[in-house]
């Protein structure tokens, strides 16, 4: 089992009364693509902060390679790459000036600093265009320049926030290789994106944040099964009040591992949704509870998400 090159424990990050980040605790194995998901408002911006040393918390510790993020900050940024979502590039210079300055920001310089110039633009394929202005290069080509800049130093780990965002279908896919090739090449990354597909084809393992905590955290494989081998049964009632006092008889039904409700809806997880269905739909009945919509799915990330983190659109 690969040893844990980032830790987290139980980082508090607040402002005033509000938690942004509240007792946040998870590891990152060495050479893993590890996915962070939540809501608007989660907290997952606060804690790449934190873990970048943009942020100091309130309480709590992380460390990347053994090194602190409080006592170490700048230990840390030597070893660290940072993605943001925003582009972070100069319009009017080139490819290769870009990469330049944030080389020589990084400490590089003379023929190291040329080397993985031409190195990186070669990585993300864009080394025929490395004189051009990058005001002129298209949104995906923009992204692998973004990209570029935070590979430039060799990072242990790389943070990469939500890099795909409004690509074309090609450019995504450039990004996608390119990120398996850095993966493969020994760096650990921390990547967040909107985009359940994404996460799912990358990431070894997956964190889903929601109102400052970690909720949820394991394999794609491992985070599946909190749905319930066989699927989930979600029913819009009324009552609105009824499933509360049929949450305990509803679970001993026969296959059924979890209830739970929200509003109007109940959501029953079950090793097999299609037998349970059946008895579930009786005790609704028995107990006077009208059933407006029912649907059946099996279990994905995008349903574990709405799942766990409700359907309310945050801002």
């Known amino acids: 089992m690969p040893e844990s090159i980032v830790t987290a424990d139980h980082l508090v990050k607040r402002y005033g009364e509000l938690a942004a980040v509240d ?3 998870f590891s990152i194995a060495e050479g893993q693509i590890f996915g962070f998901l939540g809501p608007n408002g989660a907290g997952k ?8 040393t943009y942020l100091e918390p309130t309480s709590g510790e992380a460390a990347i390679d053994g090194i602190s993020v409080i006592r170490e900050p700048a230990r840390v940024r030597g070893i660290i790459g940072l993605v943001p979502q925003e582009i972070a590039l100069y319009p009017t210079l080139s490819a290769l000036q870009n990469l330049k300055f944030y080389g020589r920001m990084y400490g590089l310089s003379g023929e190291r600093l040329e080397r993985r110039c031409r190195d990186v633009l070669e990585l993300v394929e864009l080394w025929e265009r490395r004189d051009d202005r ?11 320049i973004n990209l570029g800049a935070g590979l430039l130093h060799h990072p242990r780990f790389l943070l990469l926030d939500e890099p795909t965002v409004g690509v074309d279908p090609q450019s995504r896919e450039h990004i996608f290789d390119t990120i398996f090739k850095i993966r493969d090449a020994g760096t650990t990354i921390l990547y967040t994106s909107h ?3 994404e996460v799912e084809l990358l990431c070894d393992r997956i964190a889903i944040m929601d109102r400052g905590r970690v909720i949820a955290d394991g394999t794609l494989k491992e985070l599946l099964k909190m749905l319930g081998e ?17 949450e305990d008889e509803l679970a001993r039904q026969e296959a059924v591992t979890s209830v739970r409700h929200e509003g109007n809806r109940l959501f029953i997880s079950s090793a097999d949704s299609a037998r349970s269905l059946a008895p579930v739909m009786q005790k609704l009945a028995g107990a006077g509870c009208q059933v407006a919509s029912l649907e059946l799915y099996s279990p994905t990330l995008e349903k574990l998400f709405i799942h766990l983190t409700g359907k309310e659109l945050r801002e």
Do not use: D, Q
């Open 23 to 25: 007792g946040v605790s």
């Open 45 to 52: 911006t606060t804690t790449i902060s934190i873990l970048s």
């Open 230 to 246: 066989g699927g989930v049964i979600e029913l819009e009632v009324s009552p609105p009040g009824c499933p509360a006092h049929l």
């Open 195 to 197: 985009y359940m597909e």
């Open 134 to 144: 990058v005001e002129r290069f298209s949104g995906g080509m923009k992204r692998r």
